[in-house]
């Protein structure tokens, strides 16, 4: 219980959420801490859209509302609603989903694309999913949330409508919103990534013009959710002081600065049911902190499934992520190839991305075909590529949070990574004066300080008594869902309490 006999109801909107639709972090973090804050207590759900892909009758979809008539703000007679329905999950005790889950469902913009992201009116399609949400709020009857957490630009202008459109709305204006970023480079733009006032001819202020035409895709949705939500969100501490910086801020620095006194950052979590070396399926050995040797059995099953020569005296380097200019993988050219030929290392690269970094892990393939194995697509089943590697590489130019530390620590997999974001939050560079340390981090974003760095891990292993200690310090960190969560209650009830001052301040004007 959060408020004497009363839960705390929370609704979270997002474009993500596994198992139903999951391309990264945000579906996993979507899945997760909603579970963590239910057993803490909290009566907690989640709207999303129904894309094509999430079939009702395999998931047991229930129609929770029929005819939803949106409005869009267009003056066009024809065009000023756009009619949906609203389905409905139950909460259940397997994998699916530990909390009631409703479905925004409209065939032209969900059902009928084949992708979560990557159209031309991705703006209108976002919108949609915030102004429904709101529109069913107004209508349903019985549940109403305390307070609605949406996450990143697709959650963006739902402040903005709540500040605007439903502001005298005797249901809508007593909700408090939070405003989760879990990574400001995407900010939902077209032209660029990057906030420039050009960007958003309306300078990011006032009412949201007809989301139906083309002035929507000038406006920054990010921008706009970080300027209008009551409380704003981010996926880290050590993020949460970058983004007030020119270096990381994203143009919005300023504003990030304005609003420090409403700006949180928590760490993501893990979960430990699905993120555990003991019972994981997906591992030919399972093992813990006390059965460290069976764990090589795991590197030679890697090693056979990526057809590289089984070894478990060679030193495994994994990677797995997305294959962008922010996770830093370009500090690799100039140095990874003599690494390679001295330590006569493997390497074993999984993920999508940009096509020049694909390309170069494919040539190095190439140059290397008994030490590099290129698999350049995603990889639904990571935790075997955790728990056979030594380390895995994470060189990001900036990490808002990072699931892969977290994932890799869980499975005796230890992270090379740079000092940035969740990154710092979560490893503790080694050092072999005191034998204290989870992990090797380096300051400067350049390829000799990652060569020295991955050399530093390479030296520590050759040593594996010392090794295993590594290991061993990295699988007892606790960062499970529970801790995050009760951060979250801790933020959600500032939240509350400033929400209820500002509607009582309202009534007395």
């Given amino acids: 219980m959060i408020f004497g006999s009363k839960k705390l109801k929370i609704l979270f909107i997002t474009s993500e959420q596994a198992p139903f639709a999951k391309l990264g972090g945000l579906g996993e973090v979507i899945f997760s801490l909603p579970r963590a804050l239910k057993r803490l207590g909290c009566d907690v759900r989640v709207m999303m859209p129904r894309y094509g892909t999430i079939d009702p009758n395999t998931n047991g979809l229930k129609l929770e509302h029929e005819h939803l008539l949106v409005p869009t703000g267009a ?90 459109d439903y502001k005298t709305d005797p249901i809508i204006s007593k909700i408090a919103s939070v405003f989760s970023i879990h990574n400001l480079a995407y900010q939902g733009t077209p032209i660029s990534h990057k906030f420039t006032p050009e960007l958003d001819k309306d300078d990011g202020n006032g009412p949201i013009p007809s989301f139906f035409g083309d002035r929507i895709k000038n406006l920054n949705p990010l921008r706009r959710g970080v300027i209008y939500a009551d409380f704003i969100n981010t996926v880290s501490k050590k993020y949460a002081e970058e ?25 993501n979590g893990l979960d430990y049911e699905t993120n555990n070396p003991e019972t994981d399926h997906a ?58 030929q001295d330590s006569k290392a493997q390497l074993i690269i999984t993920g ?78 080694y050092s072999p004066q005191i034998h204290k340390g989870t992990g090797f981090l380096f300051d400067n974003f350049e390829s000799s300080a990652l060569l020295m760095t991955l050399t530093r891990s390479l030296t520590n292993w050759r040593h594996q008594e010392d090794w295993q200690n590594i290991q061993k310090s990295a699988m007892k960190k606790d960062f499970s869902w529970d801790k995050s969560a009760a951060e979250y209650i801790k933020m959600f009830k500032e939240v509350y309490k400033a929400k209820k001052k500002e509607i009582s301040g309202n009534q007395k004007k």
């Fill in 75 to 164: 003056e066009e007679e024809e065009k000023k609603q756009i009619i949906c329905n609203v389905l409905r999950f139950d909460q259940t005790n397997d994998a699916r989903s530990p909390v009631t889950t409703y479905f925004l469902e409209n065939q032209e913009y969900f059902e009928l694309r084949s992708n979560v992201y990557g159209y031309a009116d991705d703006s209108i399609r976002f919108a949609l999913l915030c102004r429904g949400t709101l529109e069913f709020l107004k209508i349903s009857k019985g549940w109403v949330p305390n307070i609605i957490v949406s996450a990143d630009w697709m959650g963006g202008f739902l402040p903005n409508f709540m500040k605007y």
């Fill in 243 to 267: 983004i007030t910086t020119e270096k990381y801020g994203e143009g919005m620095e300023k504003l990030f600065h304005e609003r420090k006194n409403r700006l949180y950052g928590i760490l």
């Fill in 283 to 340: 591992l030919a050995q399972n093992f813990n902190i006390k059965s460290l040797a069976k764990r090589n059995e795991n590197k030679l099953a890697l090693q056979q499934r990526f057809s590289l020569p089984q070894n478990k005296d060679v030193f495994v380097i994994g990677i797995v992520s997305r294959l962008t200019k922010q996770k830093g993988f370009n500090l690799l050219n100039p140095v990874i190839e003599p690494f390679l």
């Fill in 352 to 429: 999508t991305g940009d096509t020049e970094i694909m390309t170069y892990f494919q040539e190095l393939e190439k140059k290397f075909p008994d030490q590099v194995r290129a698999y350049l697509q995603f990889y639904d089943t990571p935790h075997l590529i955790f728990a056979g590697t030594d380390v895995v590489l994470i060189p990001s130019m900036y990490e808002p949070s990072g699931l892969i530390q977290m994932e890799a620590m869980r499975y005796g997999a230890i992270p090379v990574a740079r000092r940035t974001g969740g990154l710092a939050d979560t490893i503790e560079d």
